[in-house]
């Protein structure tokens, strides 16, 4: 069993949205009231017993008593007594904001323990506390709608919340498993629902004949040993642009103003969309390729490494001395924006459930050697585009060389010999 999450954005009117605010902020003044009482009884428990840090632990060895998981459970019937208004909030919610401070907390006791210095759990402010967690069926239900699908064949649902109200959601990917929890989750306007399903094992693709190597790189998103590219988005250098103007836009607003929150929104819901834009172009291609390919080969990043900064170089009078900084910066930035490890990451989590393999290698040299003659030739700046090899002549893109080297190396590393790879652009 493994457990996976979908993510689907809601459509809530007016009045539903604004209760879901209130939960939120309940829910947060729950958890920092709740916090206070664990700090205070923190604070008293370790001035008289230094060495026992977790509060379970001291309850156990000195008999007093503690503020814990259960005893703040146990508090919650009391609090809604005395707050009414927190009657209208399920009661597994409620459960679940003392869980999340249990979690911080028995993070932070194991961060003592192992020697570390680390901070208190916080409290949380407006924009910090943004969801809020049904642990398991009780307080929400699916229910189908009267007409269930649109033009594109989408499938809608209404979610309906006790003593809430009912959201909208487009089921644009399919919802499957078994549901164990429902998070409402709150990013700048909008709003989301996230479901966690167990799913079970997951049936494997039948076996496919073909490999592919694959070198990601800054002119080409990737490369494939069968002489293919997969570009890289414009959309996202046009987002990007959009994104800088906003910003600057923000700069020139008066702090406190409306017209200020405003422009944060914007400039939240253009982050926004550029994340997704990335995630859903990542997802798609990881998945192609996972369909096709029985071995895929990628080289391994964290031998690349080349998102690391030069380090600074000083001279004689420990100025800072030009080391190219600014310059890889840039590259570094197409690199992070090209999300090669993310990809790596999709890549390699869906072939695991399809059954496929991913061979990561070492990635010394894949540019420089002919992947035909197997001859190493002069090293190659970022400009050459070209392999034009002087041993055997041939001539190749030079990303689909490195692809190809790449998959060599995978087969290497199989030893199942090099079969012989052809470009068949
Ligand atoms: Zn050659």
């Known amino acids: 069993m493994r457990i996976t999450a979908y993510k689907y954005r809601i459509y809530a009117n007016k009045a539903t949205t604004e209760k879901l605010y209130r939960v939120l902020d309940r829910c947060r003044e729950l958890y920092n009231a709740g916090l206070q009482e664990r700090r205070d009884a923190y604070e008293m428990g370790i001035k008289r017993h230094p ?10 060895l000195t008999g007093e008593h503690a503020i814990g998981y259960y005893e703040q459970k146990r508090e919650l019937a009391g609090i809604k007594e005395e707050r009414p208004e927190y009657q209208d909030i399920a009661s597994h919610v409620l459960q679940d904001v003392i869980l999340r401070l249990k979690r911080a907390f028995d993070g932070f006791f194991r961060r003592v323990q192992n020697g570390e210095k680390p901070g208190y759990p916080r409290f949380q402010g407006h924009n910090r506390y943004n969801s809020f967690t049904y642990p398991d069926r009780a307080g929400w239900k699916l229910e189908a709608r009267e007409r269930p699908t649109d033009k594109k064949g989408v499938v809608k ?30 990013e700048g306007e909008y709003w989301y629902a996230v479901f ?8 494997a693709l039948p076996v496919s004949h073909e490999d592919v190597g694959i070198d990601l790189g800054v002119t080409h998103f990737a490369a494939l040993s069968t002489g ?3 570009e890289n988005q414009r959309y996202y250098r046009r987002a990007e642009r959009r994104l800088k103007k906003l910003q600057k836009a923000l700069s020139r607003k008066k702090r406190g103003s409306h017209r200020r929150k405003k422009a944060v929104q914007a400039v939240a819901k253009a982050h926004r969309k550029i994340r997704n834009q ?31 900064a030069p380090a600074p170089k000083q001279d004689e009078n420990e100025q800072y001395l030009p080391n190219g900084a600014s310059a890889k910066a840039g590259l570094n930035k197409s690199i992070l924006d090209a999300g090669w490890s993310t990809f790596t990451e999709m890549v390699s989590v869906k072939a695991a459930s399809a059954g496929r393999m991913v061979i990561l290698v070492d990635p010394c040299k894949t540019s420089q050697v002919c992947s035909q003659c197997h001859r190493e030739g002069p090293h190659k700046d970022l ?24 998959l060599q190396s995978a087969h290497k590393q199989l030893s199942v010999g090099t079969r012989p790879t052809r470009v068949t652009a």
């Open 196 to 203: 966690t399903c167990e799913v079970g094992k997951p049936e």
């Open 51 to 60: 060495n026992y840090y977790d509060d379970e632990q001291r309850k156990q």
């Open 157 to 186: 649902v209404n979610l309906h919340l006790s003593k809430l109200g009912t959201v909208k959601l487009h089921l644009h990917r399919d919802l499957s498993g078994t549901i164990k929890t429902l998070t409402i989750k709150r």
């Open 228 to 230: 293919e590219f997969i």
């Open 278 to 308: 990335r995630a859903d172009f990542l997802h798609k291609e990881s998945h192609k390729l996972v369909n096709q390919y029985q071995v895929i080969a990628l080289e391994d990043l964290r031998v690349k490494n080349l998102t690391k």
């Open 383 to 406: 400009t050459e585009r070209v392999h034009s090899c002087m041993h055997c002549g041939v001539v190749l893109d030079r990303d689909t060389n490195a692809a190809i080297n790449i």
